[in-house]
């Protein structure tokens, strides 16, 4: 075997076991987006009675020469009397696949749920309470005491705090005298107050980040209220952030690095995103890799595809697996493989099908309403080449909570792709030995790796001069056979568990995956 296999346990010490010099049948794989490593199989021959130095959750590196073409951990073992099976899985999977995290970033919800009504407080019964695209607290036509108030709660999950709340205010006390106050809970003081009727915004950012805030009503003098209604209390357009900065891939990324004790320090692989997300929180207790895959979804401001997945740590400074998000390779600059149709033996189908030119999205808002924008509403929503070529061809997108802005950006990163035909490899290429590089030269099979792109040099409808040039989606190698199998394709944008995309007429829902 020309792979090279190490070991470490759940403490990070290497452990010697000699006998994983003679593993047999290993094979591997390689995804993008997500990964980069995926699953990974070998079998270690020795003698059944004896303990083989390797347990589940262990670390498993192999090397070709000395580079390091895969690293995961080692999830199941089977034992024979011949040796042991060894099931693992890149750390994609294995770490950020089964650890949840509970994170609002930006929450600009306004429900019960996180904007709960506390009844303890003197004057609770007092109010009325109006969550229609706002939160509005009104007293009731009933008298008051001096310093009673009503108050709304805002609760961050445990371990997380309020760093910065941005709103909109309208307050109105028409003769009478009222407060309304942004209490910080942890700091024990005002973070705003107001005593006069008036509307304005309010961006602040917490001197004492919190994990409760308060949004107060205070009567100011034994009174009672009329019925009209016009004594009130109002914030709208609320956001609560977990965090100071710009919300992008960038800053998720950052903060499921640093929350992740596993992975490297280094973030140098994090590239700067700049599109902002807001809002973005979690689904309760998400799983890291379903976190990274939404921000990633959302591409940039460009609508270029992104990507993100875990690279060896070989290179880091900490020796620990490095996180990445990066934008999707472009298939218009020059590929790093390349192959042709007589050595692969492969044909490639043009999708006329995947064709769509007019594309509807739909989304949900903070208060949980279904928002729908066609061409009709945005004229860049649609491509009249398109149309003109094959006909007005609708997609409908429906995403989960969102904003506008970024279901449309969804919609015309959508179009750019599928506006015109896409290719398909109709089947996997094997290659055995050497993959041949463009710039010269070869690479072994087993580095060989998703991500990367292809040139495929004789395809006959080729009208670039330089060959179809494909993603590499995944790889699966083979070091008994010295192949690598190969999958090509252009990754879906709207690739992520939340977002379905349905055809028009077409009969149903799918999740492009």
């Given at each position: 075997?020309?792979?090279?296999?190490?070991?470490?346990?759940?403490?990070?010490?290497?452990?010697?076991?000699?006998?994983?010099?003679?593993?047999?049948g290993a094979k591997?794989?390689?995804?993008?987006?997500?990964?980069?490593f995926g699953a990974?199989?070998?079998?270690?021959?020795?003698?059944?009675?004896?303990?083989?130095?390797?347990?589940?959750?262990?670390?498993?590196?192999?090397?070709?020469?000395?580079?390091?073409?895969?690293?995961?951990?080692?999830?199941?073992?089977?034992?024979?009397?011949?040796?042991?099976?060894?099931?693992?899985?890149?750390?994609?999977?294995?770490?950020?696949?089964?650890?949840?995290?509970?994170?609002?970033?930006?929450?600009?919800?306004?429900?019960?749920?996180?904007?709960?009504?506390?009844?303890?407080?003197?004057?609770?019964?007092?109010?009325?309470?109006?969550?229609?695209?706002?939160?509005?607290?009104?007293?009731?036509?009933?008298?008051?005491?001096?310093?009673?108030?009503?108050?709304?709660?805002?609760?961050?999950?445990?371990?997380?705090?309020?760093?910065?709340?941005?709103?909109?205010?309208?307050?109105?006390?028409?003769?009478?005298?009222?407060?309304?106050?942004?209490?910080?809970?942890?700091?024990?003081?005002v973070v705003w107050?107001?005593?006069?009727?008036?509307?304005?915004?309010?961006?602040?950012?917490?001197?004492?980040?919190?994990?409760?805030?308060?949004?107060?009503?205070?009567?100011?003098?034994?009174?009672?209220?009329?019925?009209?209604?016009?004594?009130?209390?109002?914030?709208?357009?609320?956001?609560?952030?977990?965090?100071?900065?710009?919300?992008?891939?960038?800053?998720?990324?950052?903060?499921?690095?640093?929350?992740?004790?596993?992975?490297?320090?280094?973030?140098?692989?994090?590239?700067?995103?700049?599109?902002?997300?807001?809002?973005?929180?979690?689904?309760?207790?998400?799983?890291?890799?379903?976190?990274?895959?939404?921000?990633?979804?959302?591409?940039?401001?460009?609508?270029?595809?992104?990507?993100?997945?875990?690279?060896?740590?070989?290179?880091?400074?900490?020796?620990?697996?490095?996180?990445?998000?990066?934008?999707?390779?472009?298939?218009?600059?020059?590929?790093?493989?390349?192959?042709?149709?007589?050595?692969?033996?492969?044909?490639?189908?043009?999708?006329?099908?995947?064709?769509?030119?007019?594309?509807?999205?739909?989304?949900?808002?903070?208060?949980?309403?279904?928002?729908?924008?066609?061409?009709?509403?945005?004229?860049?929503?649609?491509?009249?080449?398109?149309?003109?070529?094959?006909?007005?061809?609708?997609?409908?997108?429906?995403?989960?909570?969102?904003?506008?802005?970024?279901?449309?950006?969804?919609?015309?990163?959508?179009?750019?792709?599928?506006?015109?035909?896409?290719?398909?490899?109709?089947?996997?290429?094997?290659?055995?030995?050497?993959?041949?590089?463009?710039?010269?030269?070869?690479?072994?099979?087993?580095?060989?790796?998703?991500?990367?792109?292809?040139?495929?040099?004789?395809?006959?409808?080729?009208?670039?001069?330089?060959?179809?040039?494909?993603?590499?989606?995944?790889?699966?190698?083979?070091?008994?056979?010295?192949?690598?199998?190969?999958?090509?394709?252009?990754?879906?944008?709207?690739?992520?568990?939340?977002?379905?995309?349905?055809?028009?007429?077409?009969?149903?829902?799918?999740?492009?995956?």
């Amino acid at each position: 075997m020309s792979l090279v296999m190490l070991t470490r346990d759940l403490n990070g010490a290497w452990v010697y076991e000699p006998r994983l010099l003679w593993v047999r049948g290993a094979k591997f794989s390689t995804m993008y987006p997500g990964g980069l490593f995926g699953a990974a199989t070998f079998f270690v021959p020795h003698d059944g009675r004896t303990l083989l130095q390797l347990r589940a959750g262990y670390e498993v590196r192999m090397y070709e020469g000395l580079v390091e073409c895969w690293r995961g951990v080692v999830t199941d073992l089977e034992e024979h009397r011949q040796g042991t099976a060894v099931t693992c899985v890149g750390h994609w999977g294995g770490l950020l696949g089964v650890r949840s995290w509970n994170k609002r970033w930006a929450d600009d919800r306004i429900g019960e749920e996180v904007w709960g009504v506390d009844p303890s407080v003197t004057a609770a019964v007092k109010v009325t309470y109006d969550r229609y695209n706002r939160l509005r607290i009104t007293p009731k036509n009933v008298a008051f005491g001096l310093s009673e108030f009503a108050q709304l709660v805002y609760r961050m999950p445990t371990g997380q705090t309020v760093k910065r709340v941005t709103l909109n205010y309208d307050f109105q006390e028409a003769a009478q005298v009222w407060e309304m106050v942004l209490y910080n809970v942890t700091a024990g003081g005002v973070v705003w107050s107001l005593t006069a009727s008036g509307t304005g915004s309010r961006d602040d950012t917490l001197a004492t980040p919190t994990q409760s805030l308060y949004l107060r009503f205070i009567s100011r003098a034994a009174q009672t209220p009329p019925a009209d209604g016009t004594i009130y209390g109002q914030v709208s357009s609320v956001m609560v952030y977990s965090e100071t900065g710009t919300i992008d891939l960038t800053a998720v990324a950052g903060d499921v690095s640093g929350h992740v004790t596993e992975l490297s320090a280094d973030e140098q692989l994090i590239a700067a995103n700049g599109y902002g997300l807001a809002p973005f929180i979690t689904d309760y207790q998400e799983f890291l890799s379903s976190i990274l895959e939404r921000a990633a979804a959302f591409g940039d401001s460009s609508q270029n595809p992104w990507a993100v997945g875990v690279r060896a740590g070989q290179l880091a400074s900490d020796d620990k697996p490095v996180l990445f998000a990066e934008q999707q390779p472009s298939l218009t600059t020059a590929p790093f493989y390349e192959i042709s149709l007589r050595e692969a033996e492969v044909g490639v189908r043009r999708n006329m099908s995947d064709v769509f030119n007019w594309i509807v999205v739909q989304y949900r808002n903070s208060q949980g309403d279904t928002i729908v924008t066609t061409p009709d509403d945005d004229a860049t929503l649609t491509d009249a080449d398109s149309a003109a070529k094959f006909g007005r061809r609708d997609a409908v997108l429906d995403l989960d909570f969102s904003s506008l802005a970024q279901a449309k950006n969804y919609a015309r990163r959508f179009l750019a792709k599928y506006k015109n035909p896409t290719y398909a490899i109709t089947s996997p290429v094997r290659v055995r030995g050497r993959v041949k590089l463009v710039g010269g030269g070869y690479v072994p099979a087993s580095l060989v790796q998703a991500g990367k792109t292809v040139r495929i040099t004789d395809f006959l409808e080729d009208l670039s001069g330089t060959g179809l040039v494909m993603l590499v989606t995944s790889t699966t190698y083979d070091d008994q056979n010295k192949t690598v199998e190969v999958g090509f394709g252009e990754v879906d944008p709207l690739q992520v568990a939340v977002v379905q995309r349905r055809v028009a007429g077409g009969g149903g829902e799918g999740a492009r995956r």
